[in-house]
């Protein structure tokens, strides 16, 4: 089973940008990876995903914002976030489930805090 490590949270002002790395211990190739997000108060939801061909999905509240993308050689998932709202404040989750089976793996986490 792969393990994920997420990386690049932080503090960034209204309108900035922040780019969020998972790493896999060993191939992501046989997993739709994605990056989940849970708020203070509020249930996870999902930000973006994207399929083991490439294929993309979005949250409706960061489409035009956040562009997923993946690196299959390198094992890694990477969540650009541009124009960021204080309503993007949340701990952000990397995910991968298999294919095959449908398990799911998650990372610990990574803050992203949105504040003048």
């Known amino acids: 089973q792969v393990q994920l490590v997420e990386s690049g949270g932080g503090l960034v002002p209204p309108g900035g940008s922040l780019t969020l790395s998972c790493s896999g211990t060993?191939?992501?190739?046989?997993?739709?990876m994605g990056w989940y997000r849970q708020a203070l108060g509020k249930q996870r939801e999902m930000v973006a995903r994207i399929s083991s061909g490439g294929s993309t999905r979005y949250a409706d509240s960061v489409k035009g914002r956040f562009t997923i993308s993946r690196d299959n050689a390198a094992n890694t998932v990477t969540l650009q976030m541009d124009n960021l709202r204080p309503e993007d404040t949340a701990v952000y989750y990397c995910?991968?489930?298999?294919?095959?089976?449908?398990?799911?793996?998650w990372g610990r986490g990574t803050q992203v805090s949105v504040s003048s």
């Open positions: 995910n991968a489930q298999k294919i095959v089976g449908g398990d799911n793996v």
């Open positions: 060993k191939t992501t190739l046989a997993y739709h």
